[in-house]
C-alpha cells in the first residue's frame, strides 16, 4: 500500500476508509497500486508537478465483485485501454469525468449520469476537480454467464451503453444497491465479511439490476427468451 504522511481531503469524506489500499501523493506509485487492484493503465495528471494531486483507493471484496471509492486530487487522465476481465459502473460522488468509448463521449456527474465500462471496449477518461467516485467492479466471466443463462445463448461477450442515467428508475435503482452495500460494507468492517450466502445474493440482485436495468448488446435476447418481447 503506497501512503503518504498529509493527503489533501475534500467533501464529502471518503468512504470505505476502513479498507484503505493506496493513498499516496505520487503519481508513479498511484499508477502502480491502483493498476495492481484494477488493470494497468496511463495515469496523466493535468499539470505533473501539481501540488494538487494525489491519489486514494479505498476496496471491500467480495465473491466476484468489489466496491471501491477512487478519488484524484486536481485533474487527471486515466487510459486502460480496454479492461478485459472486469466491468466498472462509476458513480461520481464529487467533480465530474469525461469518458470517451470507441462510440461514446459522455460527461458523469453527481446526481445527473453515471458510466458503464464494458471490459472490450477500449476507453480513456478524465476526471476533473477532485472527482471522487464510487465504483462497482463486477468479474466479466460471472456477468456474462448471467446473461447467457437469461437470454438462452451461449455465454459470449456483453456490451452496455455506456452512459447510466441516474435519473431515471434503472440508474437510481443501481445507485441505491451501491451505497447500500458500501453501508454494509462499512458496518461490517474488513474484519467481518458477508456470508457466502449474503455475498451470492447481493451479486445476483447487482447482476440483475444491471443486466434488467440497463441497455447491453444481450438486451433484446433476454427481453425475447423471458417473454417480454416478440
Not at 37 to 48: G, K
Not at 136 to 164: H, K, N, T
Amino acid at each position: 500500500m503506497a501512503r503518504a504522511a498529509s493527503i489533501p481531503q475534500h467533501a464529502p469524506a471518503a468512504r470505505l476508509a476502513a479498507f484503505n489500499r493506496v493513498s499516496t501523493g505520487s503519481v508513479d506509485d498511484a499508477a502502480d497500486a491502483v493498476g495492481r487492484i484494477f488493470c494497468p493503465h496511463r495515469l496523466t495528471p493535468e499539470h505533473r508537478t501539481s501540488p494538487d494531486f494525489f491519489a486514494l483507493h479505498n476496496s471491500a471484496v467480495f465473491g466476484g465483485f468489489s466496491v471501491n471509492y477512487v478519488a484524484y486530487g486536481g485533474s487527471v487522465s486515466i487510459d486502460p485501454g480496454c479492461l478485459e476481465r472486469f466491468f466498472l459502473l462509476q458513480i461520481p460522488v464529487h467533480g465530474s469525468a469525461r469518458i470517451q468509448t470507441a462510440a461514446r463521449d459522455i460527461t458523469a456527474a453527481p446526481g445527473a449520469c453515471a458510466s458503464l465500462l464494458s471490459p472490450t471496449i477500449p476507453t480513456r477518461m478524465t476526471w476533473q476537480n477532485n472527482c471522487a467516485q464510487l465504483i462497482l467492479l463486477v468479474d466479466r466471466r460471472l456477468l456474462e454467464q448471467r446473461a447467457a443463462a437469461l437470454s438462452g445463448r451461449p455465454a459470449g461477450a456483453v456490451e452496455f451503453e455506456p452512459a447510466v442515467d441516474l435519473s431515471s428508475t434503472g440508474g437510481r435503482a443501481l445507485q441505491s444497491q451501491i451505497l447500500e452495500l458500501v453501508d454494509l460494507a462499512e458496518r461490517l468492517g474488513p474484519r467481518r465479511p458477508l456470508s457466502p450466502m449474503a455475498a451470492a445474493n447481493m451479486r445476483e440482485t447487482l447482476l440483475g439490476g444491471l443486466l434488467h436495468g440497463q441497455r447491453h448488446s444481450a438486451s433484446d435476447a433476454i427481453e425475447r427468451f423471458g417473454g417480454r418481447a416478440e
